[in-house]
């Protein structure tokens, strides 16, 4: 999964919420230097991504992809699933995209404190260019996996999925509609094991 869905799937806590963001940004283990709620939302991070990576739907998703971008089809599909989660956002929540990125942004300013210089970086860039909302657009997608590839050890033009992608929606939606159903219920069931978080 990418950013928006990450956030979502944290649940309203915003501790969790930035700990879901986190996700993409700290590695290795987790010794107590940020508050419990903030670790808690990194470990939920990493729990869907596992989960994701084992459901059948997703190894579907990939197994459907041109062999050209089977090494990264993994950062293709968690792009568009953000694309997919974004067109579709009343579906899944009900608060509008743009007031829940600008809450998520509001709260983490309060929790600069925690949060590591490269994630301090994207979540300027997100609230300034509005990216997480750029992702309801398929040339906001283009740009996204433009500027991914460009970080690739061995440069690959993802933006050329695109087409394939596109033409796939049909398919590809329902494939996120069943992962991401179930990623709702494996999130919840997590934030349950943790006192006090709101499991809803």
Known sequence: MNYLAHLLLSGPDPDWRLGGLLGDFV???LRGERPQAIEAGIRLHRRIDASADR???????????????????????DIWFDHLLSRHWDDWYPQPLDAFCSQCWTDFRARKLYIPPP?????????QFTLLQSYRDEQG?????????????RPL?????????????????????????YLLLEAKRFRQQYPGADSR
């Open 27 to 29: 590695k290795g283990p």
């Open 55 to 77: 459901h059948p739907s997703y190894q579907l998703a990939l197994t459907n992809l041109h062999p050209r971008w089977r090494r990264h089809g993994g950062i293709i599909l």
């Open 119 to 127: 994630a301090q970086a994207f979540i300027c860039r997100a609230e």
């Open 141 to 153: 997608i283009a740009r996204v996996l433009t500027r991914v590839s460009e970080r690739l050890s």
């Open 157 to 181: 033009p993802l933006q050329q999925a695109l087409p394939e992608l596109i033409d796939g929606r049909v398919a590809l939606t329902e494939i996120f509609n069943d992962l991401f159903n």
